[in-house]
């Protein structure tokens, strides 16, 4: 029971769900934690305000330690339970680069996305122009076309290597997430394969955000 450990978090967010995923595969159940809601503001609150000054989510602390950095987060589950659950970064110098290298170019693939998913939200209207949201789309398409090209290298049905490793743990929810907004399995067979292959791992089937389930998807990433 990891009764040391607490998380405040909230569905449909893939920060969140990526040190989820990392307390299951270390056998970790049994934390601290509770569900917040970004549509009421509780992101803000005091008590996540008291582990995270940014006052985002997650909101995590193993024992004293307060880590609000999911990538942070999921790296010293790995490195404080390193001989409990699944080993999430091997010993091969090459392949623990490679899952390195993965596990930070995840952030161009998230903010090519976002700017896509939620460009009337983060631009003002008189500022919009359908020659940037073009460019957006356009941007988007090139760097999904380049996480196809490496699960075609893979050909494991992981991101890297034979076995899962903390580049999935990373990678898988900022996929999810593509899929649960629209993108076409047709145009991105491999993207769609690693999506449905992994689904029903037992570490990603348990914390598989509740606001997905029964949910219809969305269609913003239809045309992508």
């Known amino acids: 029971m990891a009764t040391d450990i607490t998380l405040l978090w909230a569905s449909g967010s893939h920060a969140c769900w990526r040190v989820m995923i990392a307390l299951e595969e270390k056998n970790l159940q049994g934390y601290n934690q509770k569900q917040l809601y970004f549509e009421k503001g509780e992101h803000k609150s005091k008590e996540v305000l008291e582990i995270n000054p940014r006052g985002q989510l997650p909101a995590f602390k193993c024992g004293d330690l307060p880590l609000n950095e999911s990538c942070a987060a999921c790296f010293h589950l790995e490195c404080k339970y390193k001989s409990q659950g699944t080993k999430l970064i091997p010993d091969c110098e090459d392949e623990k680069a490679l899952i390195l290298q993965r596990v930070f170019e995840v952030n161009a693939l998230t903010e090519k996305s976002s ?59 900022a996929v999810a997430y593509l899929f649960q907004n629209g993108l076409s399995e047709q145009r991105y067979p491999k993207l769609a394969e690693y999506y449905k292959g992994l689904m029903n791992r037992p570490s990603i089937k348990a914390s598989w955000p509740p606001t997905w389930k029964n949910a219809p998807k969305q269609e913003t990433l239809k045309d992508i």
């Open 115 to 173: 700017i896509v998913l939620y460009y009337n939200w983060i631009v003002p209207e008189g500022e919009r122009h359908d020659s940037a949201v073009k460019r957006n789309k356009e941007a988007l398409t090139a760097e999904l076309k380049l996480w196809e090209g490496y699960l075609q290298k893979a050909s494991s049905g992981f991101i890297v290597g034979k076995n899962f490793s903390l580049a999935d743990v990373i990678v898988y929810p």
